[in-house]
């Protein structure tokens, strides 16, 4: 993998994620519009870039989103919680 000097992102690595994304994306867009499909090409092709750019950015979030999820539980069984705590 080949960084810039100076800095931590890989660059290199990000290109050829989406790169390989945009390929697939048109080669079953292409297959769709010979099918005659409604979705085509361009369709495909947003969608799988959309999606890599999705999954690139969620890798440094998903402790965050993990706590975020934990927290979420909690607070919607605050009411349950409450009540053991009573019954003790």
Known sequence: MH???GTSFPYDEVA???ALSLAIGLLI?????WAQ???GV???AITALLG???ALASMGLVL???VGLCLLILLMNAHFFSNV???R
Do not use: D, H, M
């Not at 867009?29 to 519009?33: A, I, M, N, P, Q």
């Open 37 to 39: 499909k409604a979705a």
């Open 52 to 54: 890599t750019l999705t």
């Open 64 to 66: 965050v989103a993990f």
């Open 85 to 87: 705590i009573r019954w």
């Open 3 to 5: 960084r810039l000097a």
């Open 29 to 33: 867009g292409l297959e769709r519009e």
């Open 16 to 18: 050829t994620k989406l």
């Open 42 to 44: 361009r369709s495909f």
